[in-house]
Antibody, heavy 118, light 110 residues
Framework: QVQLVQSGAEVKKPGASVKVSCKASGYSFNTYDMMWARQATGQGLEWMGWMNPGNGNTGYAQRFQGRVTMTRSAPISTAYMELSGLTSEDTAVYYC???????????WGRGTTVTVSS | QSALTQPASVSGSPGQSITVSCTGT?????????VSWYQHHPGLAPRVIIYEGTKRPSGVSNRFSGSMSDNTASLTISGLQAEDEADYHC??????????FGGGTKLTVL
């Protein structure tokens, strides 16, 4: 079945960068766009951006423009989300999810906790 | 892009029905028929329960239903069960290949 396995928890210092991976299995990696979202404690989900694994095209939420980069390695069916210039406000659980029009984000990873602390 | 507006919490007793609203604008919810709802049990992966505002993926109980009116989408859960206790998030396409979520609603089954 379609499955997304995310990398483990990270602890980073303010100003650092973090790169979260999302390994896909159970389907052809190019079939679905990959979305990224995050959820801070006590807050709702926040959409960060999307990537087309086939051609690498991306689109980012305006508030993350210039700070987020979404890439992939097709041979290992893995998507990456890198966020730079971390502050304590970036402490959150980060999720990847496959997207297929019009079905929405139909498979999600279990999340990667990123903690930013000095 | 501002987050969609959801109530922070709702509650109901087993067997009852509850409705969660999701209010956006004429630039997102009101413009595109692409609202989806996600059920999220803490510690687990979220799962889609409604897409295109009113449609259920296969395998999702028919106790879950969605509706749309102007700039507001709604999720109704009928015949509440203990297992329905979770967070519920709405999401809408907002144009220019961007998406926006709501603030999430915590459902408590009394």
């Amino acid at each position: 079945q379609v499955q997304l396995v995310q990398s483990g928890a990270e602890v980073k210092k303010p100003g650092a960068s973090v790169k979260v991976s999302c390994k896909a299995s159970g389907y052809s990696f190019n079939t679905y766009d990959m979305m990224w979202a995050r959820q801070a404690t006590g807050q709702g989900l926040e959409w960060m951006g999307w990537m087309n694994p086939g051609n690498g095209n991306t689109g980012y939420a305006q508030r993350f423009q210039g700070r987020v980069t979404m890439t992939r390695s097709a041979p290992i069916s893995t998507a990456y989300m890198e966020l730079s210039g971390l502050t304590s406000e970036d402490t959150a659980v980060y999720y990847c999810a496959t997207y297929e029009y019009p079905y929405g984000m139909h498979v999600w990873g279990r999340g990667t906790t990123v903690t930013v602390s000095s | 892009q501002s987050a969609l507006t959801q109530p922070a919490s709702v509650s109901g007793s087993p067997g009852q029905s509850i409705t969660v609203s999701c209010t956006g604008t004429s630039s997102d919810v009101g413009k595109y028929n692409l609202v989806s709802w996600y059920q999220h049990h803490p510690g687990l992966a979220p799962r889609v329960i409604i897409y295109e505002g009113t449609k259920r993926p296969s395998g999702v109980s028919n106790r879950f239903s969605g509706s749309m009116s102007d700039n507001t989408a709604s999720l109704t859960i009928s015949g509440l069960q203990a297992e329905d206790e979770a967070d519920y998030h709405c999401c809408s396409y907002a144009g220019n290949t961007s998406w926006v979520f709501g603030g999430g609603t915590k459902l408590t089954v009394l």
